[in-house]
């Protein structure tokens, strides 16, 4: 068993695919299946399922990995010291974010960070809060940003995002400047399942009011097409609502609902030098912006 091979196995994980974990590495599929066969091999133990529908960690393969992405992690981490002392940065980082944080956020800190290490790979993995929360507690990322309410993970506030009604032009809220809660009873109301739900229904259970809730969505963009072709009214974020859109009005909510953007670590001490370097990034950015 070589670090090569356990670098392969996780790829494997967590790209599903040994194509796309090939193109990553720089393998053949048939050269990273023989990485992973030499691996299950000398462990005498059956890592992955493979059926029609992708792979799948066996049970073996489920006990296993947390300890494989352990010892990638130290790897990492005594790269990242030694070249620290030889005054070089090198090394690897991967960032979990959701969609809209990404699409206002992400290049200007993936580019600020790259201007002073320039050496560092970034890797991004979007995906639900829940999704983010799982792969920072797994290793599969190192930091990543989601809203609370998180749970197991350490979270630094780095931002509040308020939420608006999204209405389409024509509707009889159209040229509203606030909407109260009560407003919302009795309209037919797109739900944005992507994390912020919670605060929504949360908010109308404690104004005993009731959403008519004729679609779930889990989609941003989805979500303001159906506003956008008048299939309902929705609240969002103030980050996944464009700045111009010329077919829906954003309208102010009525006591304000915001949802809590932080950065999400396994644990601040456990962080390697690099990903260090990029939560001072992020925290400077945030703290004078």
């Keep these: 068993m070589n670090f090569f091979q356990m670098e392969v196995f996780l790829k494997v994980v967590d790209s599903g695919s040994f194509t796309r974990a090939g193109e990553q590495i720089g393998l053949t599929q048939s050269g990273v299946s023989h990485n992973i066969t030499a691996l299950e091999t000398e462990l005498n133990v059956s890592l992955l399922k493979r059926g029609r529908n992708g792979i799948s960690l066996t049970t073996a393969g489920e006990y296993i990995i947390p300890h494989m992405r352990a010892i990638m992690q130290n790897m990492d981490n005594i790269e990242q010291k030694v070249a620290a002392m030889n005054g070089l940065e090198i090394g690897k980082l991967s960032i979990g974010s959701f969609p809209s944080f990404s699409s206002n956020y992400i290049p200007i800190l993936f580019s600020i960070f790259k201007e002073r290490f320039p050496n560092i790979e970034l890797h991004l993995f979007e995906g639900s809060y829940n999704d983010i929360v799982k792969w920072v507690e ?152």
């Design 138 to 289: 797994d290793g599969v990322v190192d930091i990543g940003f989601a809203a609370l309410p998180v749970k197991n993970v350490d979270f630094t506030h780095l931002l509040e995002d308020p939420l608006y009604a999204v209405v389409y032009n024509g509707h009889c809220f159209e040229n509203n400047t606030r909407l109260s809660i009560e407003n919302f009873e009795d309209e037919p109301f797109i739900m944005l399942r992507s994390g912020c739900e919670t605060l929504i229904e949360d908010r109308f259970r404690e104004a005993n009011c009731k959403l008519t809730i004729t679609y779930d969505v889990k989609d941003n963009q989805t979500v303001l097409s159906m506003v956008e072709n008048k299939l309902g009214i929705s609240i969002m974020p103030s980050l996944a609502i464009p700045k111009n859109h010329k077919r829906i009005r954003s309208i102010s909510i009525s006591p304000s609902l915001s949802r809590d953007i932080g950065l999400i670590t396994k644990q601040k001490k456990e962080l390697t030098p690099i990903a260090q370097e990029f939560s001072r990034v992020v925290q400077n950015y945030f703290q004078n912006n």
